[in-house]
């Protein structure tokens, strides 16, 4: 389910329809990927990003108060970018992540639940009359 969740959101940051963004910690952990090709399909997909967050000393701040309430630290960094950038949904797959995040600044959520929001939203777009 995760693979076709992840396929179709692909497929709407391709035709524009959510955007994508990105930061220094992703580019650093993809970097360090030993993997060739899973680090080359990444780079691939941060292709289409169309924001790229660098950390700053506001988002290590925010990063080390997550920490406190139990989230690991790059899980940290990468919550906090998203939450400086202003992002609607943080996607992971995961679990432990998506329990601790209390914050109501955006919404963590896997990308299986990520596209049964999306459908459920369309769907009550649709029969608003």
């Known amino acids: 389910m995760e693979t076709l969740a992840f396929v179709t959101i692909m497929q709407l940051i391709e035709t524009g329809e959510i955007t994508l963004v990105t930061s220094s910690i992703l580019a650093f952990e993809n970097h360090k990927n030993p993997f060739q090709s899973r680090q080359q399909w990444v780079n691939y997909c941060l292709n289409y990003a ?31 970018c998203a939450e400086f950038m202003g992002c609607d949904y943080f996607l992971t797959s995961d679990d432990r992540l998506i329990k601790r995040y209390k914050s109501n600044i ?8 990520f596209i049964f929001l999306l459908t459920e939203k369309n769907h009550e777009r649709k029969n608003v009359k």
């Open 50 to 80: 169309k924001q790229h967050q660098t950390v700053n000393a506001g988002i290590q701040k925010e990063a080390k108060q997550l920490e406190n309430e139990g989230i690991k630290p790059m899980d940290a960094l990468h919550v906090a």
């Open 106 to 113: 955006l919404q963590v959520k896997n990308p299986v639940e």
